[in-house]
């Protein structure tokens, strides 16, 4: 192997609800190699103008470029807004994403569900059934179109459901809509791969002398060796799923159920029915936002877990994924490599799901203040806009955040002041 | 047309006299309502055959609109359409006469045309719930001897038919509700969850369980969780075989021979043999609505009994609640049908291979009756917390040792304690005997029962509780007296001695919680804490148990999960971590079936 670099430096950028991570691998000659892991955000930080994103990505562009170093690679973990949007270009060519795809890195990696078609190059694991890629790729666009109906549905009540459930689907629903002019260019900035656990990432090339571990997400294989329920049934799922959202959410032109009966309108119900009729219009919709919910596991579950290794330090970055994704690489032959991680992105932006105990336990350089190889953790999130206190799904999730203050040199884009565009944590290789 | 009901059918109660007659009579204690017997995909002769409708007794009462009766109260509210569907059907006549709204005028309920009249009328939907909830209410009163109430503590449970346009139907504990959703097939017909028997009856035994023991919807271990699942599917299944008439008609006929002036109507050996039974429509539940969501050779939602005991005994371990919750619906209908099957083989045959087929559904009504009241007997007998399947066969084989305890003609426990151990579910434990039933109290001479007064005991929850505190210590109940401990329930419970006569025994629940951290979880429930868990994790650990107090008032069983109970404490502490429950119980969690009743149907 080449000689590896001998540090590194993250950019956690400030985008308020998202992801945006430049890392920064410094070598012994002085040269350097940039990867830009997720661009995107649902919400951004409360004093942000309409420029934020550009003015994140003329940064990046400015640190890439400087000193002759260029935007190597670029990775998005998985399709959601928070990882994307700021990949989106606009119809003038200055729009953010114009700004990175300007930079043409030489790598674009995604997770295997963003692959058009079985690559060339594919080398996973044989899948019983060619349409994978294709069932995939469609069941994609029907959680777009679900997410689209959830939300036109929830707004259509919003006057009868109480402020927080219409804003909680609002913003989930939000951040799975189809965000076509990110995707495009993503597909045109650069040659794509398309990763899956254990597969190469081709990255080689562009990051000598550092190792890079995909751990996620599991292919159809590899995921229906440890499930039970096979990963077909679940594509077809998804595929009804707008349907049943439109017919859940009263939209679309559906015939009346019973077109001959007489009718009391829902304003004008009787007294003896008024009661239960509140907690219907209530549970139907809480139905609605645990179908959203579903589909955002799923999709999160789509994120590229990466561990790289660089001189004598461990970096993971898991993007959103969730336990379902994390359990299959948990009970694979590449899990001891967690034992020694020394900095971990926080997944999800702090959501308990996406830092499962399981996971948790195994970092080794977990500790107090005092212990000299104290594992880094890095967050980037925003309060208020995912989840709520009361069913302890807040995002980033309280009792989580403890637990990182405690045992790790914890950071957040939240502790940012107003105006940082980033904050630059270093970590030595050597 | 705006009033669009059909023409009303009015079936007469026959003992009633006609409008105008002065003299009074007795009101007649049940009535007769027509429901879809099953489910709509039971069709009679052929696949495209009539629906099988029929008509149920349940008890009589005066019912609101709705219909709104002493325990259950329909809504008709729709939240997809925004409207409510008007309820145009009388129930009774201004003379006190009970009406049948839906019953056919020529008693035909073959006919087509009616049943779609019918199966277009929200009003019949609202009926079909309301009859089919009451009777499964009944099973439970009869089978338990006494009131059975709702969780809530309110008298009437809500139902609503036709909640929403979604692939759902669930038991919401803080609505007290049973809500039904509808949806549409994929070529374009409806289907209606609250037509399905299996269905309607299905969540009705949440809700009655729920009252009975309120504290089986928390987490616990997956045992529990599945417990609600299978518990309901196990009601169902075996309600449906009293309605003889729609199993004979289902099974269908393979001529008749004629003994005098009665005609005998026949079935072929081949429809009675182990596979045919466990594929026939009866044992799966949910046809029409299985259909539409997972096509598929179960012709149902879900066919459990299906599963081999080697296959049962790999889902007895999974940690996936669903999954478990089957192996005990295998266990039970499998039992059902080695039981049938035993007493079909002592009827004598006719010629040409063929049985009488009155006797042999009689016989499938008699094994299911039996066990039905078996398995609901047998919730007097769990304890409150933490219930795990071999506590389950426990209280099942005590239960019918009670009521029947001389078991040598027809051998039940003998056979469902075989079957249960095929599937993983041993009747085993430090508190079983060797037959499985549950030991006897056998402290009853340490206990003080002087300073209580029984009759007050009996009746009121702090006057037993008074008894238990009394008797906490180590060497009579032996209870953790640093726990704060409950009484949740009192009842009667009424039983046919050995000489015929009825006599009276008190069934007591009650509850302990201890609020720990993680350092204290080796000192006070005897065992180190799961690995993963913290010292300054926050951690409530439950115990429980159920007292039955004989007719004199001595303590008879003592069926308890203690609070110190290492083994149990540290699978549940476990099982909680697993599962990210941890300091996310919420049981009031209206979606808590909701959500295990969408993973089921393919979420």
């Given at each position: 192997?080449?000689?590896p670099p001998v540090a590194a430096t993250i950019f956690a950028y400030h985008v308020g609800f998202g992801d945006c991570f430049l890392l920064r691998f410094t070598y012994a000659d002085g040269s350097r190699r940039h990867l830009l892991i997720d661009f995107g955000t649902t919400s951004l930080p409360d004093d942000a103008g309409a420029d934020w994103m550009r003015s994140i990505a003329r940064d990046i562009r400015d640190k890439c470029t400087e000193g002759g170093g260029a935007l190597n690679i670029v990775v998005a973990t998985h399709r959601h807004a928070d990882h994307i949007s700021g990949f989106a270009t606009a119809?003038d060519g200055k729009g953010s994403g114009d700004i990175i795809a300007a930079l043409k890195p030489k790598l674009v990696v995604q997770p ?59 913003f989930v629903?939000e951040d799975?809509l189809?965000n076509?002019s990110a995707i495009?260019n993503l597909?045109a900035m650069g040659?794509n791969v398309?990763v ?5 990432t081709?990255m080689?090339?562009e990051l000598p002398g550092i190792d890079v571990t995909v751990l996620g ?79 955002d596991?799923?999709m999160n579950?789509t994120s590229v877990i990466l561990l790289f290794r660089a001189g004598t330090k461990s970096l993971l970055f898991p993007g959103d994924a969730q ?15 967690l034992?020694d991680v020394d900095l971990y992105k926080v997944g999800h932006h702090g959501s308990r799901?996406a830092t499962?105990?399981?996971m948790w336990?195994?970092f080794?350089k977990r500790g107090?203040k005092?212990r000299p190889d104290r594992l880094t953790s890095v967050m980037s999130t925003k309060h208020g806009k995912h989840g ?6 807040e995002v980033p999730r309280v009792?989580l955040v403890d637990a990182l203050k405690v045992e790790s040199n914890f950071h957040s884009t939240e502790d940012l002041a107003a105006g940082e565009l980033y904050e630059e944590i270093s970590i030595s290789l050597t | ?603």
């Open positions: 192997m080449a000689n119809a295997w569900t963003e692959a058009p078609n079985a690559p060339v190059s594919w080398r996973g694991p044989v899948i019983k059934d060619k349409h994978a890629f294709a069932a995939r790729r469609n069941s994609l666009d029907a959680m777009h179109r679900t997410a689209e109906l959830a939300l036109q549905s929830v707004y259509r009540s919003r006057k009868r459901l109480p402020q927080a459930l219409v804003d909680e689907i609002a629903g799975n189809k076509l495009k597909q040659p398309y899956y656990h254990g597969s190469d081709g080689a090339a997400p599991p292919t159809l294989t590899q995921t229906d060796a440890i499930k039970k329920q096979a990963s077909t049934s679940e594509a077809e799922f998804w595929m009804l799923a707008p349907k049943r959202m439109s017919d859940a959410g009263g939209l679309g032109d559906a015939k009346p159920l019973f077109p001959g009966a007489k009718t009391i309108r829902g304003s004008r119900l009787f007294t003896e029915q008024r009661w239960l009729a509140r907690r219907i219009d209530q549970a139907s919709s809480e139905l609605l936002r645990s179908l959203v919910r579903a589909l596991n799923q579950n336990l379902e994704n994390w359990q299959y690489a948990l009970q694979s032959k590449l899990a001891p490599l034992d799901n499962p105990k399981s336990k195994l080794t107090g005092k709520c206190v009361k069913k302890h799904t009792s | 047309m705006a009033r669009g009901s059909p023409r009303r059918a009015i079936a007469r109660n026959a003992a009633f006299p006609a409008a105008g007659a002065s003299t009074k009579v007795e009101p007649p204690p049940t009535r007769k309502l027509t429901i879809v017997a099953k489910d709509p995909g039971l069709r009679l002769g052929a696949p495209d055959g009539p629906m099988a409708f029929t008509q149920v007794d349940i008890p009589a009462e005066l019912l609101g609109k709705g219909p709104t009766g002493y325990r259950i109260k329909v809504v008709d509210y729709n939240a997809t359409e925004r409207v409510a569907y008007f309820d145009n059907q009388d129930y009774q006549r201004r003379d006190g006469a009970l009406l049948d709204p839906f019953a056919p005028l020529d008693g035909d309920f073959l006919d087509r045309a009616y049943q779609e009249r019918c199966i277009g009328d929200p009003n019949f939907h609202a009926q079909n719930v309301y009859a089919i909830a009451m009777r499964t209410l009944g099973l439970f009163e009869r089978a338990l001897g006494r009131r059975v109430g709702w969780s809530s503590g309110g008298h009437q449970l809500h139902i609503a038919p036709h909640a929403f346009a979604q692939a759902n139907a669930f038991y919401s504990e803080p609505d007290r509700a049973l809500l039904f959703g509808y949806f549409e097939r994929a070529n374009g017909g409806r289907v209606f969850t609250c037509l399905s028997h299996d269905i309607v009856a299905h969540e009705t035994t949440h809700a009655l369980l729920d009252g009975l023991r309120s504290r089986f919807t928390e987490a616990s271990g997956p045992d529990q969780a599945a417990f609600h699942e299978g518990f309901a599917d196990i009601v169902a299944l075996l309600s449906i075989f009293s309605l003889e008439e729609v199993v004979a008609a289902a099974i269908g006929e393979d001529g008749a021979v004629a003994r005098g002036d009665a005609k005998i109507a026949l079935v072929d050996a081949s429809k009675l043999d182990k596979d045919e039974i466990l594929k026939s429509i009866f044992l799966g539940i949910a046809k029409e609505v299985g259909g539409e969501i997972e096509p598929g050779e179960l012709g149902a939602l879900r066919r459990s009994v299906m599963i081999p005991p080697e296959r049962g005994k790999v889902m007895r371990t999974d940690t996936d609640e669903h999954a478990r919750g089957e192996v005990l619906v295998a266990a039970m209908l499998n039992a059902f049908v080695d039981l049938w099957l035993a007493r079909i083989a002592q009827l004598g045959e006719f010629e040409g291979h063929r049985y009488n087929l009155a006797a042999v559904v009689g016989e499938g009504a008699k094994v299911a009756s039996h066990l039905l009241n078996m398995a609901i007997r047998a919730i007097d007998y769990c304890p409150p917390t933490d219930i795990d399947f071999s506590q389950y066969l426990a209280a099942l084989l005590t239960a019918d040792r009670e009521a029947v305890p001389d078991d040598s003609e027809h051998k039940y426990r003998e056979i469902i304690k075989r079957g249960f151990e095929a599937y993983g579910i041993p009747a085993s434990g430090p508190g079983c005997n060797d037959d499985g039933t549950w030991k006897r109290f056998d402290r009853n001479k340490e206990l003080t029962y002087t300073r209580s007064n029984y009759s007050a005991m009996m009746r009121n929850r702090d006057e037993l509780f008074r008894f238990i505190w009394e008797n906490r210590s180590e060497d009579r109940l032996d209870l953790d007296e640093r726990a704060y401990t409950e009484v949740l329930s009192i009842d009667q419970v009424a039983r046919v001695g050995p000489d015929g006569i009825t006599l009276y025994e008190t069934i007591g629940q009650y509850t302990q919680r201890l609020d720990i951290f993680g350092a204290e979880f080796k000192s006070l429930l005897g065992v180190e804490r799961p690995r993963v868990m913290l010292t300054t994790d926050k951690f409530t650990a439950f115990g429980g148990g159920v007292l039955v107090l004989d007719q004199y008032g001595q303590v008879k069983y003592h069926i308890a999960n203690r609070l110190r109970d290492p083994e149990r404490q540290f699978a549940r502490a476990e099982y909680l971590l697993e599962t990210s429950q941890f300091t996310d119980l919420d049981p009031n969690d209206r979606l808590r079936f909701a959500v295990l009743h969408q993973q089921r149907m393919g979420a």
